[in-house]
């Protein structure tokens, strides 16, 4: 009996928990680096349920030592019964801990080559207007290596923003799973110069979450000057370009060291 109360007191504890690992993952759209603030929240929370399990368990041997100088032996097996669920339920917070620590924190290692960006950013600033594509990738040891630039027919686009055909994306992304190959970048531009005119907007990131939701995939955008910011919307990636003719600024930013050599 002691035994299905411990287990369906798991269960429930486990499915209150889990929660914790689907919870959606918001960051700020500035710093655009990954769930740091949301993971450090949900280590708080299992902290909590831990140090509050700890506390009772700490307080309960204490009564079940006194229990036993008394002699009530009811009390006794109530007791032990009620420490063997607390040390069941610290040992799933612990376990939950670490699955929560292994999900946050999966890397994604994205790779692509400096002629491959060059030609990105003449595609998506050639015009006043906002320019948009996509970049194929394969799978190699882990790293998301870009093979290709794909561009498709827009919907919308303006200075202010763009949109690809529904059909013709859809279609791109299942022909190159076809191929055994995957989108792993949407690149696009900003108006505007500087790094800090590079920085996604609500809608970059809405639309950017939508993706993420069933491919691993980076964003790209470009100022007008050659500033390049890699982002996320809730992943934790790495970003690396081979090659010359850019250089790293900072974290997931990168610039084109002479944008005058871009032909147009």
């Known amino acids: 009996m002691k035994d299905k109360k411990n287990h369906s007191s798991n269960i429930r504890l486990g499915q209150r928990f889990r929660k914790l690992l689907t919870t959606p993952i918001t960051i700020s759209f500035v710093n655009a680096v990954g769930p740091v603030g949301e993971s450090i929240a949900i280590a708080k929370r299992l902290e909590r349920e831990t140090s509050l399990r700890r506390d009772q368990r700490q307080v309960l041997t204490t009564s079940i030592c006194n229990d036993v100088k008394r002699g009530n032996t009811k009390q006794v097996v109530r007791g032990l019964g009620r420490l063997d669920q607390i040390d069941s339920e610290l040992e799933l917070l612990g376990s939950i801990h670490q699955t929560s620590e292994s999900t946050l924190h999966q890397r994604h290692s994205f790779v692509f080559s400096s002629a491959m960006l060059l030609e990105s950013f003449r595609l998506c600033v050639a015009k006043p207007e906002e320019g948009m594509h996509f970049i194929l990738g394969v799978d190699l040891d882990g790293s998301l290596v870009g093979t290709q630039i794909v561009s498709f027919p827009y919907a919308s686009r303006s200075i202010a923003g763009a949109s690809g055909v529904h059909e013709a994306t859809h279609a791109i ?3 190159a799973h076809e ?9 696009h531009s900003h108006p505007g110069s500087g790094k800090g005119a590079n920085h996604p907007s609500h809608v970059d990131m809405k639309t950017h979450e939508t993706w993420e939701k069933t491919h691993d995939i980076v964003g790209g955008i470009w100022s007008r000057d050659g500033y390049l910011r890699f982002f996320s919307a809730d992943k934790v990636f790495d970003a690396r370009v081979i090659g010359s003719r850019i250089q790293r600024i900072e974290d997931h930013v990168w610039k084109i060291e002479e944008t005058s050599d871009v032909e147009m």
């Open 173 to 175: 992304a299942i022909q």
């Open 179 to 187: 191929f055994g190959h995957r989108i792993i970048a949407i690149i």
